[in-house]
């Protein structure tokens, strides 16, 4: 293992631990913000949660979790859905690794200081090539090394409102093919009065949740498999929006 | 090749995914592609597809990384023709 690598290694594990001590006390007020400032609810929950426990459990081979992206709280709400807010704030591996915005989530030390405890690693969308590049090596480890991360494989939030399947992000796939093996648990997350993309879902809304495990396959090579990778994902996700869209 | 021809053919690739066409028409070896002539960040991979297609080379993703500049991209595309 080369020097940045300890170093990055190193940086997980103290991030991980601070996390594991601070989870208890802001997972459960932010499941509180949720549930009752905001009044949403997630249909089927219990469902969905042992589906994704199931997943968890049913393989050992690398995991990455993609949902669709209309909101600034999506990560937030698809952690809701996905895992009992008590395995979340005490169960330190069930709290997803997440790469916000820096721009949105992480830009004063207040900002920066939550992002850590939340188990965030921010990222500068089309920012400096090696800057992102650095983000990715650093969650394509954690993904080999048997973390589970949130990635959202759209470059941003959906402007039309819906799956695009051009908008697929290059660092999805680049992480998915460096990672054999990687499974991808696809979630489509959409509230029932969602119209379009905004900054948070309407008090009171209730969410329609679809979750489904993929493992993406190419026989290409260089940046065309990791793009390839990338819109496998993301035409999972344009289908899962359409059986969603059926349903209601 | 000579680099002057690639960097003819880089500019013309780019055209279609840059949205600033100021910085089109003064590009240059140092023209950044996306802080100048804001290419979607997203997008790139589809700009580096492109420039396989065209030279008939392979790029690793790690190459892309260190492209900044269209020099950059240049100078990647006539190490990979040598």
Redesign the interface.
């Known amino acids: 293992m080369g020097s940045v690598e300890q170093r990055s290694a190193g940086s997980h594990r103290l991030q991980r631990a601070i996390v594991r001590l601070a989870a208890p006390f802001w997972v459960p007020l932010a499941a509180l913000y949720l549930r009752f400032y905001q009044g949403y609810r997630i249909e089927g929950r219990a469902g969905l949660r042992e589906r994704f426990a199931q997943m968890r459990r049913e393989s050992a081979a690398p995991l990455l979790v993609c949902p669709n992206h209309l909101t600034l709280i999506d990560s937030a709400l698809v952690a809701w859905a996905l895992v009992p807010v008590w395995k979340l704030a005490f169960l330190g591996n069930w709290l997803l690794w997440n790469v916000p915005e820096r721009e949105n989530f992480a830009r004063g030390p207040w900002q920066r200081a939550a992002t850590y405890l939340a188990k965030c690693i921010p990222i500068s969308?089309?920012?400096?090539?090696?800057e992102?590049?650095a983000v990715l090596a650093r969650v394509t480890e954690l993904t080999r090394s048997g973390e589970v991360a949130l990635l959202f494989p759209e470059?941003g939030r959906s402007r039309s409102g819906r799956v695009e399947i051009e908008?697929?992000?290059?660092g999805v796939?680049?992480i998915i093919?460096?990672v054999p093996g990687c499974r991808v648990v696809c979630v489509y997350l959409r509230g029932q009065g969602q119209k379009s993309w905004s900054d948070l879902p309407m008090r009171g809304e209730r969410f329609d949740v679809a979750v489904e495990c993929i493992e993406p396959k190419s026989d290409q090579?260089?940046?065309?498999r990791?793009?390839e990778f990338?819109r496998q994902v993301v035409t999972q996700l344009k289908e899962m929006e359409d059986r969603v869209q059926v349903g209601r | 090749m000579e680099q002057s021809e690639v960097m003819k053919s880089v500019v013309k690739i780019l055209t279609p995914w840059a949205k600033n066409p100021d910085a089109l028409a003064g590009v240059s070896m140092e023209t950044n592609i996306l802080d100048d002539l804001k290419v979607n960040s997203a997008r790139l991979v589809d700009v580096v597809i492109a420039f396989e297609d065209e030279f008939d080379i392979e790029i690793a993703d790690e190459d892309v990384d260190t492209v900044n500049t269209v020099g950059n991209a240049v100078n990647l595309i006539m190490s990979k023709l040598d």
């Not at chain 1, 969308?125 to 090696?130: A, I, L, N, P, S």
């Not at chain 1, 908008?167 to 290059?170: L, P, Y």
């Open positions: 969308r089309g920012g400096k090539r090696d992102v590049a470059a908008s697929a992000a290059w796939g680049r093919a460096s090579r260089g940046a065309r990791s793009r990338a």
